[in-house]
Antibody, heavy 120, light 109 residues
Framework: QVTLKESGPVLVKPTETLTLTCTVSGFSLSNARMGVSWIRQPPGKALEWLAHIFSNDEKSYSTSLKSRLTISKDTSKSQVVLTMTNMDPVDTATYYC????????????WGQGTLVTVSS | SYVLTQPPSVSVAPGQTARITCGGNNIGSKSVHWYQQKPGQAPVLVVYDDSDRPSGIPERFSGSNSGNTATLTISRVEAGDEADYYCQVWDSSSDHQAVFGGGTKLTVL
């Protein structure tokens, strides 16, 4: 079955760089019909899409955060990595990775999420 | 950038019908997806491509999309439907990014 699992630090300091890894199973990152996005949710707030990587390695980024984000993948390891620079307390959130279908752009499978707190 | 507007809250009695709207400029031309999120859990896709249901989602969940408004309809509401609901589209007009609505808290009275 399809699963996604996020991993990374639970606590980062302001100005540090966050690196999160999404490990997928049940599908291949080389499958042309799907890709993987990162989405976050601050406590008590709405979902916010961050970035997406397609099977052909094409990338899309949130306009408001583009300068701080980098998304990449290692198909052989079934992993998608997100880095976010210059972390701030407002970046405290649960970070999810999710699979997205190419045709309709729906998120059909989600990871459980990982809570990242930004604090000194 | 493209904006999706949802009411912050909707309340409905058990057994009644809940309708949650998602407003956006000419949203009827886009494919709209809906997610249910219960406290402490990841979102779950409940309606995709305006009105289709993934396997395992009850027929009570349906959707429509026309003009500037998409609607998620939940018939015969149950206590277990109490959750936050989010609409989502892919904006390919300029920014090429996913957009979520602000979410609607469904309360079952």
């Amino acid at each position: 079955q399809v699963t996604l699992k996020e991993s990374g630090p639970v606590l980062v300091k302001p100005t540090e760089t966050l690196t999160l890894t999404c490990t997928v199973s049940g599908f291949s990152l080389s499958n042309a019909r799907m890709g993987v996005s990162w989405i976050r949710q601050p406590p008590g707030k709405a979902l916010e899409w961050l970035a997406h990587i397609f099977s052909n390695d094409e990338k899309s980024y949130s306009t408001s955060l583009k300068s701080r984000l980098t998304i990449s993948k290692d198909t052989s390891k079934s992993q998608v990595v997100l880095t976010m620079t210059n972390m701030d307390p407002v970046d405290t959130a649960t970070y999810y990775c999710a699979r997205m279908g190419l045709e309709l752009r729906e998120f059909d499978y989600w990871g459980q999420g990982t809570l990242v707190t930004v604090s000194s | 950038s493209y904006v999706l507007t949802q009411p912050p809250s909707v309340s409905v009695a058990p057994g009644q019908t809940a309708r949650i709207t998602c407003g956006g400029n000419n949203i009827g031309s886009k494919s709209v997806h809906w997610y249910q999120q219960k406290p402490g859990q990841a979102p779950v896709l409940v309606v995709y491509d305006d009105s289709d249901r993934p396997s395992g989602i009850p027929e009570r969940f349906s959707g429509s999309n026309s003009g500037n408004t998409a609607t998620l309809t939940i018939s015969r509401v149950e206590a277990g439907d109490e959750a936050d609901y989010y609409c989502q589209v892919w904006d390919s007009s300029s920014d090429h990014q996913a957009v979520f609505g602000g979410g609607t808290k469904l309360t079952v009275l």
